[in-house]
């Protein structure tokens, strides 16, 4: 139930926060009373007159200086306004759907990990779909199928995650979707959507695949739930919820009763909380269409020189991942991903092959061979998912990526660092050079200790992690190694 949200903020130094917005606002407010001031003295104010407004203007100055800075600590040490507003936390009772569901309470203290419910015997599970409102039917989409595939790019395309000014749409790919949403053993019936009985027009749909999960010491095979879409003039149906809890019994049909999902907004109750990360390619593209802005004092020319990156990789053994290289890509990385508390398990090398195999326009992966050994010692990947630029009259696309799983074999804590910082930075290069214009990441895995350096901004966006069915201890985004598409 991924809903991130589109963040324009590239640079740290030019986030159009609080702060700026207030001393625009009381430095307007200044310039009208000192132009009153002034009519009133040129109509026959004397200079005492003049000298105690001026005494009052440095007066006035000085408390607006005071509350910019204390509103400039106030943000260093928590979230701007526009993040905060998404991740307010509500009790229980204000979670009418989520209060009936086996999820942690907020204010709940977890000492043992472990199933909240038992496991529902077979004969106990409801065989028959949840009822819809009388207007619509429950289907079963066919992904080979191209035209219920395009349905679904239609419907998440304009119903999915957008930015909060209508700006910006995630635009999903039929390539992307088939990549997300059939993974080996992957269950058609877990591709759940709702028509309209009339016409047959999808409005609603939600999706599981399932997955191996270790949290903390427990594996988990369970269901991984994204992509969950209501049409907007849908909203106030209440489908979500029954769109929940019927890919729930689809779930306990097949004997799963854990799910992963994320989501923007806090609800009962997070086993982690990440922030996304932005880094330009393109400046010029992402200030012309308003996806970032230009910092206070800096001019384009200047902001382009910043973000200037080589137009060659520096680390020697860089190339494509071919098919080939699935073996010990799946051995690095589930060595890798021990170092941390909640991390996918890819069991299988077709696992390795889906999820990681380079496919143009979606996943692109790069390994490291030693040149003497010919072992792969690091390999990373990002994917691709662009959004529409709406209603601009020259760019109607944001080329964009998103880190997704890598791994190093460096053992050294400041030798990752480097190493990381390296990698990175050739991932930024390939990236540049396949066009794109932003480059995204979560501060998950160890992805903080080349975030500052490499000049990632921090975006306004928040995604929290969370698990149906099971109770665990909270962790810091650095233990988290899942990554959702």
Known sequence: MDEQEHDHVFDGEGEGSTIDKMRAKQEKKNMKKAKKKAAKISAGGSKADLEDTAAKQKELQEKVRMLVNQLAIREAIQPPPSASSSQKQKDMSSHKFWSTQPVPKHDETIEEDGPIEPDTPYDQIRKEPYVLPKEFEWVT???????????????????????????????????????????????????????????????????????????????????????????KKLRSKRLAPVLIKEITRRSHLQGIFQAVYTAGVVLPKPISKARYYHRSLNPKKLIDTNFSRLPPNTTLSRLIKKFKLPTETSTPGLRSMVEKDVPEIRTLLNEYMSKFNFVPVFKTDDEIKHWILTKDKVIWSFVVEDPETKKLTDFFSFYYLPSSVIGHQVHKTINAVYLFYYAVKESDEKAIK????????????????????????????????????????????????YMYNWRCKGMGSDKVGVVML
Not at 187 to 213: C, M, Q, Y
Request: proline share 3%.
């Open 141 to 231: 989409l066919e992904l080979n199928n191209e035209s219920e595939l395009n349905e679904l790019y239609t419907l998440l395309t304009n119903n999915y995650v957008e930015d909060d000014d209508a700006m910006f749409r995630f635009d999903y790919s039929g390539d992307f979707l088939k990549w997300a949403l059939q993974p080996p053993g992957y269950l058609k019936t877990w591709h759940v959507g709702v028509r309209v009985s009339a016409n047959k027009r999808l409005v609603a749909f939600v999706s599981g695949i399932p997955a191996d999960i270790r949290i903390y010491n427990s594996h988990q095979h369970l269901v991984e739930i994204n992509f969950l879409c209501v049409h």
């Open 418 to 465: 480097g190493r990381l910082q390296g990698l990175m930075k050739d991932a930024l290069i390939l990236a540049k050079l396949k066009n794109v214009d932003v480059f995204n990441c979560l501060d998950l895995l160890e992805n903080k200790l080349f975030i500052d350096d490499l000049k990632f901004g921090p975006g306004d966006g928040f995604l929290n992690y």
